[in-house]
């Protein structure tokens, strides 16, 4: 609605600030009580992700019960199987399984007696899953940290970081004991090759936003400021 637009930033309050922090306790809990006591109006609003999920993510149109006529994000589908179950901590996720169009014909082709059509193959679902199966911060995403001698570096999260060159990292990531190792560090810095975890990105994204927000509120005070000053200078 308001793309190309520029937004201005909530004030994201100071992370350092005790009572700060205590505010946000205790919104969580109210929160947290909220969702216990109104169940119902939770699976309402999850019922409602659900529907965006499945018209606009997946392209299908659940009142027509067929594709919506757009490709969704894992192209043209012709059905889908979802199923909703209850996590440990009350909240509600889903599993998907979804039939995409053609995606069988690659599979069985993988397994042709003819080279060609096996490479072609082979090639083909390589570069569905490179499109499919990947995640992006975009190009606005700016993050800071201490790179060679604790000297901060500010830039695009797509410039300074990359995904971590040694694959097994990866590998142990997925799995169920070594993930614990590895601590979700999957990324590093392009320059110092330190590692960093998407959520530790996040906050690095989310406090030089904060940084950036109350350094515009500090600049709007001085120049409120300057300007209360000089209305006075001029009454006297």
Not at 31 to 41: E, I, M, N
Not at 185 to 214: A, T
Request: glycine share 6%; aromatic share 6%; net charge neutral.
């Amino acid at each position: 609605a308001n793309a190309g637009k520029e937004m201005s930033l909530p004030n994201l309050g100071n992370w350092d600030d005790e009572e700060f922090l205590k505010d946000c306790r205790l919104d969580f809990d109210l929160r947290k009580d909220t969702r216990r006591l109104y169940p119902g109006a939770c699976s309402l609003v999850y019922q409602h992700l659900m529907q965006i999920i499945t018209e606009c993510l997946i392209g299908w149109n659940p009142t027509k019960q067929k594709q919506s006529g757009q490709p969704g994000v894992f192209g043209v589908p012709i059905a889908y199987s979802r199923t909703d179950e209850e996590q440990g901590r009350k909240t509600l996720h889903s599993h998907w399984q979804i039939w995409v169009k053609d995606f069988n014909k690659i599979r069985d082709a993988l397994f042709q007696s003819d080279d060609k059509k096996k490479k072609a193959a082979r090639d083909a679902l390589i570069s569905y899953i490179n499109k499919v199966v990947c995640a992006s911060y975009g190009t606005d995403f700016v993050v800071t940290h201490n790179c060679d001698e604790d000297r901060p570096v500010t830039m695009p999260m797509h410039e300074i970081l990359q995904e971590v060159e040694d694959k097994n990292i990866l590998r142990r990531a997925n799995h169920q004991d070594h993930c614990l190792d590895v601590k979700g560090k999957v990324l590093e810095c392009k320059q110092c090759g330190k590692q960093f975890s998407p959520s530790e990105c996040i906050d690095m994204g989310i406090s030089h936003i904060r940084q950036q927000s109350l350094t515009t509120m500090k600049d709007d005070t001085i120049n409120s400021n300057k300007e209360t000053s000089g209305s006075s200078e001029a009454m006297r």
